[in-house]
Protein backbone atom coordinates (compact mmCIF):
# COMPACT_ATOMS: atom_id res chain seq x y z
CA UNK A 1 0.00 0.00 0.00
CA UNK A 2 1.58 3.56 -0.77
CA UNK A 3 1.60 6.69 1.33
CA UNK A 4 1.03 9.83 -0.09
CA UNK A 5 2.34 11.78 2.34
CA UNK A 6 1.42 15.84 2.41
CA UNK A 7 4.45 18.14 2.85
CA UNK A 8 3.42 18.61 6.93
CA UNK A 9 3.67 15.16 6.91
CA UNK A 10 7.01 14.63 5.27
CA UNK A 11 8.37 17.07 7.60
CA UNK A 12 7.49 15.71 10.75
CA UNK A 13 8.53 12.08 9.68
CA UNK A 14 11.94 13.80 8.54
CA UNK A 15 12.06 15.31 12.50
CA UNK A 16 11.37 11.81 14.00
CA UNK A 17 14.11 10.64 11.64
CA UNK A 18 16.68 13.11 12.95
CA UNK A 19 15.34 12.20 16.70
CA UNK A 20 15.68 8.13 16.06
CA UNK A 21 19.73 9.03 14.44
CA UNK A 22 20.29 10.89 17.62
CA UNK A 23 19.16 8.36 19.94
CA UNK A 24 20.77 5.64 18.30
CA UNK A 25 24.16 7.78 18.40
CA UNK A 26 23.21 7.89 21.94
CA UNK A 27 22.91 4.54 23.13
CA UNK A 28 25.83 3.70 20.81
CA UNK A 29 27.98 5.93 22.38
CA UNK A 30 26.65 5.52 25.91
CA UNK A 31 26.68 1.78 26.14
CA UNK A 32 30.58 2.19 25.75
CA UNK A 33 30.65 4.60 28.30
CA UNK A 34 28.34 2.94 30.87
CA UNK A 35 30.26 1.06 33.65
CA UNK A 36 27.60 -1.26 34.66
CA UNK A 37 27.20 -4.30 32.21
CA UNK A 38 23.45 -3.91 32.78
CA UNK A 39 23.21 -0.31 31.81
CA UNK A 40 25.41 -1.50 28.86
CA UNK A 41 22.96 -4.71 27.52
CA UNK A 42 19.64 -1.84 28.21
CA UNK A 43 21.89 0.83 26.33
CA UNK A 44 22.37 -1.88 23.24
CA UNK A 45 18.91 -3.41 23.10
CA UNK A 46 17.51 -0.02 22.60
CA UNK A 47 20.37 1.42 19.88
CA UNK A 48 18.95 -1.96 18.22
CA UNK A 49 15.19 -0.82 18.56
CA UNK A 50 15.60 2.81 17.25
CA UNK A 51 17.42 1.18 14.17
CA UNK A 52 14.40 -0.08 13.50
CA UNK A 53 12.04 2.43 14.24
CA UNK A 54 14.70 4.79 11.79
CA UNK A 55 13.82 1.71 9.24
CA UNK A 56 9.94 1.92 9.88
CA UNK A 57 10.36 5.99 9.25
CA UNK A 58 12.78 5.62 6.28
CA UNK A 59 10.39 3.20 4.37
CA UNK A 60 7.11 6.02 4.94
CA UNK A 61 9.47 8.95 3.62
CA UNK A 62 10.03 6.60 0.67
CA UNK A 63 5.68 6.26 0.28
CA UNK A 64 5.80 2.89 2.25
CA UNK A 65 2.88 1.66 5.17
CA UNK A 66 5.19 -0.54 6.57
CA UNK A 67 3.55 -3.59 8.74
CA UNK A 68 4.48 -3.85 11.74
CA UNK A 69 4.93 -7.50 11.56
CA UNK A 70 4.16 -9.51 14.81
CA UNK A 71 7.65 -11.47 14.51
CA UNK A 72 9.56 -7.98 15.17
CA UNK A 73 6.84 -7.04 18.19
CA UNK A 74 7.68 -10.48 19.79
CA UNK A 75 11.43 -10.00 19.38
CA UNK A 76 11.25 -6.60 20.98
CA UNK A 77 8.85 -7.83 23.74
CA UNK A 78 11.60 -10.45 24.89
CA UNK A 79 14.38 -8.02 24.80
CA UNK A 80 12.49 -5.57 27.35
CA UNK A 81 11.56 -9.21 29.41
CA UNK A 82 15.20 -9.56 29.26
CA UNK A 83 15.80 -5.97 30.63
CA UNK A 84 13.50 -6.02 33.56
CA UNK A 85 13.98 -9.61 34.54
CA UNK A 86 17.94 -8.61 34.89
CA UNK A 87 17.10 -5.91 36.55
CA UNK A 88 14.85 -7.52 39.00
CA UNK A 89 17.79 -9.52 39.56
CA UNK A 90 20.04 -6.76 40.53
CA UNK A 91 22.04 -4.85 43.69
CA UNK A 92 22.30 -1.00 44.87
CA UNK A 93 26.13 -0.10 43.92
CA UNK A 94 28.30 0.04 46.35
CA UNK A 95 30.34 2.72 47.81
CA UNK A 96 33.36 1.91 46.33
CA UNK A 97 31.64 1.95 42.75
CA UNK A 98 29.82 5.61 43.39
CA UNK A 99 31.62 7.38 40.63
CA UNK A 100 30.72 4.70 38.32
CA UNK A 101 27.11 4.55 39.59
CA UNK A 102 27.41 8.53 38.82
CA UNK A 103 28.56 8.65 35.45
CA UNK A 104 26.25 5.93 34.94
CA UNK A 105 23.12 7.65 36.61
CA UNK A 106 23.73 10.80 34.36
CA UNK A 107 23.59 8.81 30.87
CA UNK A 108 20.25 7.49 32.17
CA UNK A 109 18.92 10.90 33.07
CA UNK A 110 19.73 12.12 29.91
CA UNK A 111 18.46 9.21 28.58
CA UNK A 112 15.20 9.13 30.24
CA UNK A 113 14.62 12.95 29.04
CA UNK A 114 15.75 11.98 25.84
CA UNK A 115 13.05 9.41 25.41
CA UNK A 116 10.26 11.98 27.06
CA UNK A 117 10.44 14.28 24.16
CA UNK A 118 10.72 11.99 21.44
CA UNK A 119 7.94 10.09 23.03
CA UNK A 120 6.29 13.83 22.65
CA UNK A 121 6.90 14.54 19.05
CA UNK A 122 5.55 11.18 17.98
CA UNK A 123 2.44 11.97 20.07
CA UNK A 124 2.45 15.33 18.18
CA UNK A 125 2.99 13.30 14.63
CA UNK A 126 0.18 10.86 14.95
CA UNK A 127 -2.71 13.57 15.58
CA UNK A 128 -1.33 15.40 12.26
CA UNK A 129 -1.89 12.19 9.90
CA UNK A 130 -4.41 11.70 8.02
CA UNK A 131 -3.52 7.99 7.01
CA UNK A 132 -4.80 5.51 10.14
CA UNK A 133 -2.61 3.30 8.76
CA UNK A 134 0.49 5.59 9.09
CA UNK A 135 -1.22 7.14 12.62
CA UNK A 136 -1.04 3.26 13.67
CA UNK A 137 2.49 2.79 12.87
CA UNK A 138 3.80 5.58 14.80
CA UNK A 139 1.89 4.91 17.64
CA UNK A 140 3.48 1.08 17.69
CA UNK A 141 6.71 2.92 17.52
CA UNK A 142 5.77 5.92 20.71
CA UNK A 143 4.73 2.96 22.87
CA UNK A 144 8.46 1.81 22.49
CA UNK A 145 9.60 4.97 22.77
CA UNK A 146 7.58 5.13 26.26
CA UNK A 147 8.44 1.30 26.95
CA UNK A 148 12.28 2.48 26.64
CA UNK A 149 11.43 5.68 29.17
CA UNK A 150 10.33 2.83 31.73
CA UNK A 151 12.88 0.54 31.49
CA UNK A 152 15.61 3.48 32.24
CA UNK A 153 12.90 4.66 35.42
CA UNK A 154 13.37 1.23 36.55
CA UNK A 155 17.00 0.67 36.07
CA UNK A 156 18.10 4.21 37.73
CA UNK A 157 14.77 2.95 40.68
CA UNK A 158 16.39 -0.32 41.36
CA UNK A 159 20.23 1.05 41.95
CA UNK A 160 18.72 4.20 44.11
CA UNK A 161 19.51 6.75 41.21
CA UNK A 162 15.80 8.20 41.09
Do not use: W
Not at 42 to 56: D, G, I, P, R, V
Not at 75 to 88: A, C, D, E, L, R
Not at 116 to 139: C, H, M
Amino acid sequence: MTLNLSQKEKMLLQDQQNHEKICIEKYQSYANQAQDPQLKQLFSSYAQQEQQHLNTITQMLNGQNPNMSSSQQQGQQQNQNTVQSNMQNSTSASPSSQAASQNDSTLCTDMLMTEKFVSGAYDTAIFEFADPNARQTLNHIQKEEQKHGEGIFQYMQSKGMY
